[in-house]
């Protein structure tokens, strides 16, 4: 049996968050059979109710959340209390660095290391996940043999948040506000109130108080105002209430992943640096909007963006799309697979690209390894991309595959025939995660002559930097033969070409 010890913390200066995207992980875990535990402080009841209606054991780390020599020793306690199981330690916050990290590895354990600041200048864990959007165009530093997973592929949302049903046209607009379990910038009352006081029309707000917010007796006096204000502490559900919402007001952390999993629209807070990434490209896909408080007036723009948000159905419809599109609801499982050993040994097949592709083939394409071996260097915008993508599916000119390794995209091809000459160009590239294992030879090998015949081409043509050594070896393993070399936007280049006859 595999064994799962998760060090956690909660709090009122760092809220719920690495606990609950944990929680999400220690579902996935648990349905795949495992032993799973957390060790935790500042962990409230509610959380430990929820750990033990989901089989999950708990054990109180002490109340100073900063690790220690009996820090380490009490995850060690729990690692060893089950002789002969496989042992996995996941370790989740900011007050864990390298040196914590590497003293459980010599516990002859796997360690998985969740991080979504990309700070630390190496990461010792043996499977490496920043499940934040925007993390797919940073660059990790990890041991050789590591699985690093970075973006929203494999967000760690829980398994309760689903797509949220359609709302009638004619029922009243619902705001919720959710800014985390503990809101440590004192945001919720301040917002709130505006949003009471600009009388929206046909609209109801619901105000929702994470477990640790310090400030639950002010918000409820905001309440007692009356004007269509509620507040909810602490709910049991918290994914049903977001369904019931048409736009949310949210903190830029776990819960915006909730939200664009659940497709509700979202204007997200920026209270913090960390949260600064995510809620950037989150608002690049289209799916929400961003703003950081720093004064009295900042907060008039979260009314009036809520104002405009709500009458425009057309747009919220859109952002709801774009959220649904960037979260599948997946990403526990797949970061479970790489854990367990599955991802290593699912078998691959090759497929047509499905509209669900696209952020997975945008997280392939913005691996900064992957920019640095192509013609055009610059970041991807998310939002273009969605629409490049979609249009490729139509695209009469246009030919993509997917090699598929059980739900994740392991590499993608595309084919575009040229203009002049009955030619395919090809491009391609392989996740991060499944490099050195042939697969840029296999998809070119399995799709070439597809791609040609759907397209009408004489012949397929790639055109490779010389310092891409792995392409390189690709073409030429796949039987594409090396017809000269040049020069293309100033990079010295092999062009490899295949005759379809």
């Known amino acids: 049996m595999i064994h799962v010890v998760i060090r956690?913390?909660?709090?009122?200066?760092?809220?719920?968050?690495?606990?609950?995207?944990?929680?999400?992980?220690?579902?996935?875990?648990r349905a795949r059979g495992a032993r799973v535990e957390f060790v935790s402080a500042g962990v409230s009841h509610s959380i430990e109710t929820r750990f033990a209606s989901h089989g999950i054991a708990y054990v109180a780390a002490g109340s100073a959340i900063w690790p220690s020599e009996e820090d380490v020793d009490t995850v060690m306690q729990r690692v060893h209390a089950h002789p002969g199981d496989r042992s996995v330690v996941v370790v989740d916050g900011y007050h864990f660095d390298q040196e914590y990290v590497a003293r459980l590895k010599r516990a002859d354990c796997t360690v998985v290391w969740i991080d979504d600041l990309h700070a630390a200048p190496a990461y010792a864990g043996d499977v490496v996940v920043n499940p934040t959007l925007g993390a797919e165009r940073c660059e990790y530093t990890a041991p050789v043999g590591a699985r690093v997973l970075l973006g929203a592929t494999y967000a760690l949302v829980r398994s309760d948040v689903q797509p949220a049903p359609a709302r009638p046209a004619d029922a009243p607009r619902h705001v919720i506000i959710t800014l985390g379990g503990a809101d440590p910038a004192g945001l919720t009352a301040p917002i709130a109130?505006?949003?009471?006081?600009?009388?929206?029309?046909?609209?109801?707000?619901?105000?929702?108080?994470?477990?640790?917010?310090?400030?639950?007796?002010?918000?409820?006096?905001?309440?007692?105002?009356?004007?269509?204000?509620?507040?909810?502490?602490?709910?049991?559900?918290?994914?049903?209430?977001?369904?019931?919402?048409?736009?949310?007001?949210a903190s830029a952390g776990g819960t915006a992943w909730e939200l664009a999993r659940a497709?509700?629209?979202?204007?997200?807070?920026?209270?913090?640096?960390?949260?600064?990434?995510?809620?950037?490209?989150?608002?690049?896909?289209?799916?929400?909007?961003?703003?950081?408080?720093?004064?009295?007036?900042?907060?008039?723009?979260?009314?009036?963006?809520?104002?405009?948000?709500l009458e425009d159905d057309s747009r919220r419809a859109r952002m709801a799309g774009r959220g649904r599109r960037i979260i599948d609801g997946r990403g526990p499982s797949r970061v479970a697979q790489w854990v367990t050993g599955e991802a290593e040994h699912a078998p691959v097949r090759m497929r047509g690209p499905q509209p669900a592709d696209a952020i997975q083939v945008w997280r392939i394409a913005s691996d900064p390894g992957v920019r640095a071996q192509s013609f055009d260097r610059q970041p991807i915008d998310l939002d273009r991309h969605f629409d490049w993508f979609d249009a490729r599916l139509q695209s009469s000119s246009a030919r993509d595959y997917v090699l598929e390794s059980g739900d994740e995209i392991a590499a993608h091809i595309r084919f575009d025939r040229r203009a002049d000459a009955p030619v395919a160009d090809i491009s391609f590239a392989v996740a991060a995660p499944f490099r050195g294992r042939g697969l840029g030879r296999r998809v070119l090998a399995d799709s070439w002559r597809a791609a040609c015949g759907a397209l009408a081409a004489t012949a397929a043509r790639g055109l490779v930097l010389e310092t891409n050594e792995p392409s390189i070896r690709a073409f030429r393993g796949a039987g594409f033969e090396e017809r000269r070399r040049t020069v293309h936007r100033g990079y010295p280049c092999i062009e490899f070409e295949r005759d379809a006859a």
């Not at 019931?244 to 007001?249: E, K, M, N, Q």
Request: aromatic residues 2%; glycine residues 8%.
């Open 263 to 309: 497709g509700v629209p979202a204007v997200l807070v920026v209270a913090a640096d960390n949260q600064e990434r995510g809620a950037r490209t989150i608002a690049e896909a289209g799916a929400s909007i961003t703003v950081r408080p720093r004064s009295a007036a900042d907060i008039g723009e979260v009314v009036d963006l809520v104002g405009t948000l």
């Open 8 to 29: 956690a913390d909660a709090g009122p200066t760092i809220g719920v968050g690495h606990v609950m995207r944990c929680f999400a992980l220690a579902e996935a875990m």
């Open 193 to 249: 109130a505006a949003l009471r006081d600009a009388k929206f029309r046909n609209c109801r707000i619901t105000v929702i108080v994470g477990v640790s917010n310090p400030h639950a007796a002010k918000i409820r006096a905001l309440a007692a105002s009356g004007c269509g204000l509620a507040v909810v502490e602490d709910p049991a559900d918290l994914a049903a209430l977001i369904a019931t919402a048409d736009l949310a007001v």
